[in-house]
Nanobody, 116 residues
Framework: QVHLVEFGGGLVQPGGSLRLSCAASGSGFRVYDMGWYRQAPGKQRELVARITNGGATNYADSVKGRFTISRDNVNDMVYLQMNSLKPEDTAVYYC??????????WGRGTQVTVSS
C-alpha cells in the first residue's frame, strides 16, 4: 500500500487559483494511476482528475480547461493546478492511488473553499 498526504488547500476568492500537492510514500509510486477526488457537503465523492502511470490524463467535465493534473515520478508527487475557481469547487479534495482499477490508498484530504 501507499501512504498519501495532501496539502495546499485553503480559502480563495472566485476566479483565483490554488495548487494542491500530494506526497506519496512507500514503494512503486511510478506504477500507480493517481487521481484527485473531491467531496462537497451532502454530496458523493467524485473524480476530478486522473493521471495514469503512463501520463495520460482525464478530467471531469466541470473542471476541463481550468484544472491540470501532473505527476513527478522522481519525487513521488502528484499535483492539481486549479485556476478560475468557482464557489462550486468548494470541497474536500482527496488524493488517490490505484493499480489495475483497485484503490491502493487515500489521503486524508485538504479543504478548498472558494468564497468572496
Amino acid at each position: 500500500q501507499v501512504h498519501l498526504v495532501e496539502f495546499g488547500g485553503g480559502l480563495v476568492q472566485p476566479g483565483g487559483s490554488l495548487r494542491l500537492s500530494c506526497a506519496a510514500s512507500g514503494s512503486g509510486f511510478r506504477v500507480y494511476d493517481m487521481g484527485w477526488y473531491r467531496q462537497a457537503p451532502g454530496k458523493q465523492r467524485e473524480l476530478v482528475a486522473r493521471i495514469t502511470n503512463g501520463g495520460a490524463t482525464n478530467y471531469a467535465d466541470s473542471v476541463k480547461g481550468r484544472f491540470t493534473i501532473s505527476r513527478d515520478n522522481v519525487n513521488d508527487m502528484v499535483y492539481l493546478q486549479m485556476n478560475s475557481l468557482k464557489p462550486e469547487d468548494t470541497a474536500v479534495y482527496y488524493c488517490n492511488a490505484g493499480l489495475f482499477g483497485a484503490t491502493q490508498g487515500w489521503g486524508r484530504g485538504t479543504q478548498v473553499t472558494v468564497s468572496s
